[in-house]
């Protein structure tokens, strides 16, 4: 045989050298097969065979493996068609949905607008310092939104006169809260009297109008008589003192100091000081001031002055001595005005 014929005939077939695992060339005369590299040579008659089993082998795995793929493809595309038909469905139930009135998903796109704070106020209550609020709903027939736990106030306790408290709206389904919060004015709550310019206009003469009553009263003998021609008597200070420690009972004491004046039977003037104590004085919502009974407080002057019923009387000849007075017998209090 021509080798130049045979080296033209040559073909490569796809078998692997056992021996260094280079690719054989299998000579056309289909004798043997020659490794290239290492020379290794294999008789092609059993190897034929193999190769060829192996190769139907992988045709039919690949063929197999197509086959799995095709049908993956078109089960995916079932189950797109399927999904794509269950929204559309969907949504076409929804967009008539939007169109028909009082729908949740009408409502859900249209909600119904509302401010809420038309029916909602809030109640304040308790002492200044540890007041609390509390919502209040005046139209109960807005039933979707009438519900005070609906409303959030914040801050809820501690409160005092002049603070500011926030109430946000939690709007219901199919509604839309415009505003959706708003904020109040903490006003109303019972307060200490810490201040005496707190006490103004009827508050006040209601003092002096009590002080002045017990004035008269204490000297009313002595006036009578004809020891005295006249009693004048007239505002002298207000003395506030604030206990040191937080108390239920006689937090705040006032003294409503007046001067006195008696003119005796010929015609000399008597001077002394009158305080009228007054405790624990509030002023509530209403603005009407409460507190603890007033009584007169002081040292007895009388016989010093020769009044025969100078036992019964109370008072103080010095101004200074008074407030020196009142300042000792308020051990645990703090003098503010």
């Known amino acids: 045989m021509d080798p130049n014929m045979n080296q033209v005939n040559m073909k490569t077939l796809s078998l692997v050298c056992p021996s260094c695992g280079g690719r054989m060339e299998l000579a056309a005369d ?38 799995k793929d095709l049908q993956t493809k078109r089960r995916r595309r079932r189950r797109f068609k399927g999904w794509l038909i269950a929204l559309c469905v969907i949504a076409a139930i929804c967009l008539i949905n939007v169109f028909i009135p009082h ?20 109640k304040f209550s308790g002492m200044s310092g540890e007041g609390r609020a509390e919502v209040q709903i005046s139209d109960r027939s807005a039933a979707e939104y009438a519900d005070t736990t609906r409303f959030e106030v914040t801050p809820e306790t501690g409160l005092n ?22 904020q109040f004015t903490v006003n109303g709550l019972t307060a200490w009297v810490l201040d005496t310019d707190q006490l103004s206009g ?10 002045e009553r017990l004035i008269r009263e204490d000297w009313d003998d002595i006036v009578s008589s004809s020891l005295a021609q006249d009693l004048t008597y007239t505002p ?12 239920s009972y006689e ?23 009158e305080a009228c104590r007054y405790t624990d004085l509030k002023i509530p ?12 407080q002081g040292f007895n002057f009388g016989y010093t002055q020769g009044f025969s019923y100078a036992q019964s009387f109370s008072g103080w000849t010095d101004a200074a001595e008074m407030e020196a007075d009142l300042r000792h017998v308020r051990d645990g209090y703090h003098l503010v005005d």
């Not at 059993?46 to 795995?61: G, H, L, N, P, V």
């Not at 002298?236 to 108390?247: G, P, Q, T």
Request: with cysteine; glycine share 6%; charged share 30%.
């Open 236 to 247: 002298y200070r207000m003395y506030l003192f604030i206990s040191d420690e937080k108390k």
């Open 103 to 122: 729908s949740p998903m009408h409502e859900l796109v249209f909600p119904r607008k509302a401010d809420p704070f038309t029916i909602v106020s809030v």
């Open 161 to 182: 006169n002049g603070d500011i408290v926030t109430v946000k709206a939690k709007a219901p389904a199919g509604w839309r809260f415009e505003p959706d919060e708003k």
């Open 202 to 211: 009827d508050n006040l003469n209601a003092i002096h109008s009590n002080t």
């Open 30 to 67: 289909g004798e043997t097969a020659v490794c290239p590299y290492c020379g290794h040579k294999m008789l092609i008659e059993q190897e034929d065979s193999a190769q060829e089993e192996y190769e139907r082998r992988m045709a039919k795995a690949r063929a197999e493996e197509d086959i």
């Open 285 to 296: 919502a209403d603005g009407v001031l409460t507190a603890g009974y007033g009584s007169l």
């Open 251 to 273: 937090y705040s004491v006032l003294y409503d100091t007046y001067q006195v004046k008696v003119t005796r039977a010929d015609g000399s003037v008597f001077t002394g000081y």
